[in-house]
C-alpha cells in the first residue's frame, strides 16, 4: 500500500475517452482494468491528504502531433471535445487541479513540459509550480499511457528531483511496438523511478 501524506502527490495521467474508452480514438488495450486502480489510489492519496492532479492531453484541431497534419497519431484528445473528457468513471471530484496540455498548440507527452512547436522551445506545465506550492517532493504516477505520457511525466519528475513511483497495474501502454510498456518501464527503473508492482495495496 502507498503511503500517502501531505508531501506527496498522485498525478493521474491522461484518464481520458480517447485513450481509455474502446471507442475512443487511441483507445489503450488494458484501459478498463487501469480505471479501478486509479480510483482506488484516488481514495487512498484523498484519505491521506495527498494532492490529486489530473493531466490532459489538449490538443488544437490541427497541431504536428496528429499524421492529419504529418505526425505520428490519430487525431486525439481535441480540446472541448468528448474524446479529451476525463473518463467518466474516473473519480475527480470538482476543483480537483487539472493540468491541461497543448492549450496554447503547445506538443509533447510530459505532463511538466511541453515543446512550442513554433521555437522548439521547452516550456514549463502548471504543474512543477503546483507541487512545489504544495511542498510535494514525492510523486506517485498513474494513468495513460506507460510508453508515452506515464513515461515522459516520470522521467521528468525525476529530473525536476522527485522522489517518484510508478504503479505498474495502475498504468497501460499503447504498444505501438509490442512490448514498449515493458520498455519504458525498464528505462524508468534504470531513470531511478521505483516501480511497484502490483497496485501497491
Ligand atoms: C499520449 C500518444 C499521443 C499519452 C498522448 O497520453 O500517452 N500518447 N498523445
Ligand atoms: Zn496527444
Redesign the pocket.
Known amino acids: 500500500m502507498m503511503r500517502y501524506g501531505p508531501g506527496v502527490a498522485l498525478i493521474v495521467?491522461?484518464m481520458?475517452n480517447d485513450?481509455a474508452d474502446p471507442r475512443g480514438t487511441?483507445a489503450v488495450a488494458g484501459a478498463a482494468d487501469v480505471l479501478p486502480v486509479v480510483n482506488a489510489q484516488i481514495a487512498q492519496a484523498r484519505a491521506g491528504r495527498a494532492l490529486v492532479v489530473y493531466s490532459q492531453?489538449w490538443h488544437p484541431r490541427h497541431t504536428p502531433?496528429f499524421a492529419s497534419d504529418g505526425g505520428?497519431?490519430p487525431d486525439?484528445?481535441v480540446a472541448d471535445t468528448w474524446g479529451a473528457e476525463l473518463c467518466p468513471g474516473l473519480d475527480c471530484p470538482t476543483g480537483s487541479p487539472l493540468i491541461r496540455k497543448g492549450t496554447n498548440g503547445e506538443d509533447g507527452?510530459s505532463a511538466f513540459t511541453m515543446r512550442d512547436p513554433g521555437t522548439g522551445a521547452t516550456v514549463p506545465t502548471p504543474l512543477e509550480m503546483l507541487l512545489h506550492e504544495a511542498g510535494v517532493e514525492q510523486v506517485v504516477i498513474v494513468?495513460?499511457?506507460t510508453?508515452?505520457?506515464?513515461r515522459h511525466t516520470a522521467l521528468d519528475a525525476v529530473r525536476l528531483g522527485h522522489r517518484t513511483t510508478v504503479l505498474a497495474d495502475g498504468v497501460a501502454a499503447?504498444n505501438v511496438h509490442p512490448g514498449d510498456g515493458d520498455q519504458a518501464l525498464m528505462e524508468l527503473r534504470a531513470a531511478g523511478v521505483t516501480v511497484v508492482a502490483g497496485q501497491g495495496a
Open positions: 495521467v491522461d481520458q485513450f487511441l492531453d502531433h505520428a497519431w486525439h484528445c507527452y494513468g495513460l499511457a510508453d508515452y505520457c506515464v499503447v
